[in-house]
């Protein structure tokens, strides 16, 4: 029963997110988008280098790439995944995958937040009886989307390292 629902979970993060693949985020100057907390400390671990970012896996959890980018795993049910994709997508276009999200599975209200240098919007929501959160934000057309066991990314310590130390190509 164990396998069936960490399977269900890993479906659906797998699935969600919308695939593909193209340019790098950049600010409106041209120059690479970076995280603030990237520049002062970073996870302890393994720098992976993709090909919209690179991050630092924390020591002890285990990785599986996806298109895109990458999912991280603990077996006591942490997860993290972080993908880039998509073609000529648009702010709309990411607020609507949110409210499909949000009426799905009866998801909090969607907020702005800071990430990464970045507008994000934010969402958390609890699918199979986990609670899980969702950050997406645009960048020339493609969507940035970082997932996470928990109500936000910060409520664990080695998942908030692992998304302070992303650095957007």
């Not at 997110?17 to 520049?39: D, I, K, N, R, Y």
């Amino acid at each position: 029963m164990k396998k069936i629902f960490w399977l269900v979970l890993l479906l659906v993060m797998v699935l969600l997110p919308a695939a593909g693949c193209g340019t790098a985020a950049t600010t409106e100057s041209g120059a690479p988008v970076q995280s603030a907390a990237a520049e002062s400390q970073a996870a302890s671990g393994t720098v992976l280098d993709y090909e919209g970012f690179s991050v630092t896996a924390a020591d002890g959890w285990e990785q599986m790439d996806i298109e895109g980018g990458v999912q991280f795993y603990k077996p006591s049910g942490e997860i993290l995944q972080i993908q880039i994709g998509g073609y000529n997508m648009t702010e709309e276009d990411a607020m609507a995958q949110m409210e499909g999200l949000q009426s799905s599975y009866g998801g909090s209200d969607i907020e702005a937040v800071q990430l990464l240098g970045m507008d994000f919007i934010k969402m958390s929501y609890s699918a199979s009886g986990v609670e899980q959160c969702i950050y997406a934000a645009i960048s020339q057309g493609e969507q940035i989307k970082i997932q996470a066991t928990g109500k936000s990314y910060e409520d664990n310590g080695d998942i908030r390292a692992m998304v302070d130390s992303i650095v957007l190509k």
